[in-house]
T-cell receptor, first 113, second 115 residues
Framework: AQTVTQSQPEMSVQEAETVTLSCTYD???????LFWYKQPPSRQMILVIR??????QNATENRFSVNFQKAAKSFSLKISDSQLGDAAMYFC??????????FGTGTRLKVLA | EAGVVQSPRYKIIEKKQPVAFWCNPI?????LYWYLQNLGQGPELLIR????????DSQLPKDRFSAERLKGVDSTLKIQPAELGDSAVYLC?????????????FGPGTRLTVL
């Protein structure tokens, strides 16, 4: 069965600095998708970034980028120039042909002014 | 474009009472998901619909939970009777297409408190 592991329950970063959130997953499938979702205290989950496993190039969205290591089954999120509005829970998620999303337990990111 | 709409946002009930949650997905999204999210945890799938068909309800506690998606648009999740352990946030999400790999768009959730 597929699993998603986020080993950092909480991270802190100074405003304007860079932080990396870790995610590892386990699967025997070759075709799948990986996502990072952000959930601010208001609870609405928002997609941050998405990576297709067949693509070697790491996805980027403005200040957000991923380091996708398929062989190592690692999918980390880098946030550059951190802003106060980045403070939230971040969830790593996996999806494949079974159409089911599997979420990690989340990492709470605190941004210090 | 309107996002996923859920109501109510908050619900407080006493145990053994029934409760229902409503979700209206993004227009055109044929896949709808109901998740349960406990405090400090990631969402856990309860049921997934492709149009009006429930294609994955293996995690839905069918003795007390039921769901429907009439006409393949909006959906209702019901708990009867509610138990103390049902206190959680219930999230609805939708995605476009039957591939299941599409990006999921989430509603704001309903926070249920069972006293």
């Amino acid at each position: 069965a597929q699993t998603v592991t986020q080993s950092q329950p909480e991270m802190s970063v100074q405003e304007a600095e860079t932080v990396t959130l870790s995610c590892t997953y386990d699967t025997s499938e070759s075709d799948y998708y990986l996502f990072w979702y952000k959930q601010p205290p208001s609870r609405q989950m928002i997609l941050v970034i998405r990576q297709e496993a067949y693509k070697q190039q790491n996805a980027t969205e403005n200040r957000f980028s991923v380091n996708f290591q398929k062989a190592a089954k690692s999918f980390s999120l880098k946030i550059s120039d951190s802003q106060l509005g980045d403070a939230a829970m971040y969830f790593c998620a996996y999806s494949s042909g079974t159409y089911k999303y599997i979420f990690g337990t989340g990492t709470r990111l605190k941004v210090l002014a | 474009e309107a996002g996923v709409v859920q109501s109510p946002r908050y619900k407080i009930i006493e145990k053994k009472q029934p409760v229902a949650f409503w979700c209206n997905p993004i227009s055109g999204h044929n896949t709808l998901y109901w998740y349960l999210q406990n405090l400090g945890q990631g969402p856990e799938l309860l049921i997934r619909y492709e149009n009006e068909e429930a294609v994955d309800d293996s995690q839905l506690p069918k003795d007390r939970f039921s769901a429907e998606r009439l006409k393949g648009v909006d959906s209702t999740l019901k708990i009867q009777p509610a138990e103390l352990g049902d206190s959680a946030v219930y999230l609805c999400a939708s995605s476009l297409g039957a591939t299941g790999r599409g990006t999921q768009y989430f509603g704001p959730g309903t926070r249920l408190t069972v006293l």
